[in-house]
């Protein structure tokens, strides 16, 4: 069982930044990939970037160059750096953690989502 919290959602003007934050718990030792989603309203759920545990990364065309994820393994938390801030990425955002354990198949799990709203 894996339990992801996120924080550091919130309003910010077009050109500033956020910190979005996933302190994950319970079987973490399990985990093989986590990453970032974002939902709009009326939008379907779109990757917005994922790092593995050999720490390869991906990241979605939209937000190449201004977003960065990152992990602290010593704290358990997953960030997503957001700078240069647009309004067309207002959604909500939610960490994902993939599981894999050797005799069940691979599970997603998820955060309860941070929104973020870009206006001026």
């Known amino acids: 069982q894996v339990q992801l919290v996120e924080s550091g959602g919130g309003l910010v003007q077009p050109g500033g930044s956020l910190r979005l934050s996933c302190a994950a718990s319970g079987t973490i030792f399990t985990i093989y990939r986590m990453g970032w989603y974002r939902q709009a309203p009326g939008k379907q759920r779109e990757l917005v970037a994922s790092?593995?545990?050999?720490?390869?990364?991906n990241y979605a065309n939209a937000v190449k160059g201004r977003f960065t994820i990152s992990r602290d393994n010593a704290k358990n938390t997953l960030y997503l750096q957001m700078n240069s801030l647009r309004p067309e990425d207002t959604a909500a955002y939610y960490c994902?953690?993939?599981?894999?354990?050797?005799?069940?198949?691979?599970?997603?799990?998820w955060g309860q989502g941070t929104q973020v709203t870009v206006s001026s």
């Open positions: 994902n953690a993939g599981v894999h354990l050797p005799d069940r198949p691979p599970y997603d799990y």
């Open positions: 790092i593995t545990d050999g720490s390869s990364t």
